[in-house]
Every structure is written in structure tokens, then in C-alpha cells.
């Protein structure tokens, strides 16, 4: 496993990249699709929590990618999605458009996923594969 710093700053470096995909294909179906903004952003969660599992759990966090570790995973992301979900609604309800709401959603939902994967996945370290 990476050290504090390093797996900040690794988990910064593939939370930017899954951010910028998630949010093209957000307003690809807010704008595109023309769905709402909530089913937009559900649906651009479950992609970015496939993308965010496939590049976080071994290579941020160090735990083997087995399924009590994807599984623990993804719960925090159920957490997360429902916190984020509550401010994009919080947002759009106060008259934030609703291309700027999960950007500004953004900071507490990303410190709250590392926080919480950080806890969760330290049980999965060094757990055979």
C-alpha cells in the first residue's frame, strides 16, 4: 500500500480522471438525453463507481481485488451517491443549473469517499487474491 501522501495523491490523480469521463457522459445525457438531472447523475455514478473500482481498490489503496473488497467498496459508494444525490437536488431546488450542481457536489462527495474507502478497504490489505 502507497503511504498517506501517495495515496492522496493517487487517488487525486484517478479521482480527476474518473471525474472529467463521469461528467462529459453527465452532460451527454443531461443535454443529449435530455434526463433530468437526478437520473443523470445516477447514472453517471454507477459508471464512475465501475471505473472508480477498476482504478482505486489494488492500485490506491493496496487491497486485493477480491469480492469482500469490491463489495465493501461499492457499499461506500452507495453512501456517497446518496449525499451527492441530496446536494445535486439541494442545488438544482435553489436554482443552481443543473450542469454546475455535481460540480460543486464534488468536493464533499470525493473527501467522503476517501475517507470512507480509506476505512473500509484497510480490512482487505494484504488479504490473498
Known amino acids: 500500500m502507497r ?3 501517495l495515496r492522496l495523491l493517487a487517488f487525486l490523480g484517478t479521482g480527476a480522471t474518473n471525474a472529467a469521463l463521469t461528467y ?3 452532460l451527454a445525457l443531461l443535454r443529449g438525453a435530455l434526463l433530468p438531472a437526478r437520473a443523470a447523475y445516477t447514472m453517471t455514478f454507477i459508471a464512475g463507481v465501475a471505473l472508480s473500482t477498476a482504478l482505486n481498490v489494488k492500485a490506491v489503496f493496496g487491497a486485493h481485488p ?3 473488497a469490491i463489495v465493501s467498496y461499492t457499499s461506500v459508494y452507495l453512501v456517497v451517491w446518496g449525499i451527492g444525490l441530496l446536494l445535486v437536488e439541494v442545488f438544482t431546488s435553489i ?3 443543473a450542469e454546475l450542481a455535481p460540480l460543486l457536489a464534488l468536493p464533499v462527495t470525493a473527501g467522503t469517499a476517501y475517507l470512507l474507502s480509506g476505512l ?3 480490512r482487505h490489505r494484504g488479504a490473498p487474491e
Do not use: D
Request: without cysteine.
Open 95 to 97: 436554482l443552481v443549473p
Open 120 to 122: 473500509v478497504l484497510g
Open 24 to 26: 462529459l457522459l453527465y
Open 66 to 68: 477480491n469480492l469482500g
Open 3 to 5: 503511504p498517506g501522501p
